[in-house]
């Protein structure tokens, strides 16, 4: 099994963050810039949703050393984002018609949203590195400890 986040299903899973960060930040853009200067809360979000697809598709892609643990931050704040912000799009008018990323759970983006960070989530913990074996003679079950044992 491979521990690097980019290789085999990681490509795949790193083009689809990559697509929804094309996506995003475009229309983040646009909406902020026309909204200028009283940007409403749902287009603040949009922006923030954007900056995390494209730094955990980086992450992702790269997928080893202190970008592993940046991909684990940004997909976390993905699904907490995405949950909070589709939670509290069906109770504000403002979060539900402002076209956010996260708006009701990512409607607006077929709700990829909802299922990328588990499924990004999933991918970083089946590909997270293993620990090398103990050697021998630190084991507990080395064949000097149970002669010990069956002396007792």
Request: hydrophobic letters at 50%; a neutral charge; proline letters at 6%.
């Amino acid at each position: 099994m491979s521990t690097t986040t980019g290789k085999g299903f990681g490509r795949l899973l790193v083009t689809i963050y990559g697509i929804l960060a094309f996506a995003a930040v475009p229309r983040a853009l646009v909406q902020i810039g026309r909204a200028l200067p009283d940007v409403p809360l749902g287009y603040a979000l949009s922006g923030f949703a954007a900056v995390v697809y494209v730094v955990a598709t980086v992450a992702l892609a790269v997928g080893r050393g202190r970008w592993r643990g940046i991909a684990w931050a940004t997909v976390g704040i993905e699904a907490a984002g995405v949950l909070a912000v589709g939670v509290l799009s069906l109770v504000s008018d403002e979060l539900r018609h402002d076209g956010s990323v996260w708006g009701l759970f990512g409607r607006d983006y077929g709700f990829v949203p909802l299922l990328l960070p588990f499924v990004g989530l999933w991918w970083l913990w089946r590909t997270r590195p293993t620990a090398a074996p103990a050697p021998d003679h630190l084991r507990n079950d080395h064949p000097s400890d149970t002669s010990l044992e069956s002396e007792a």
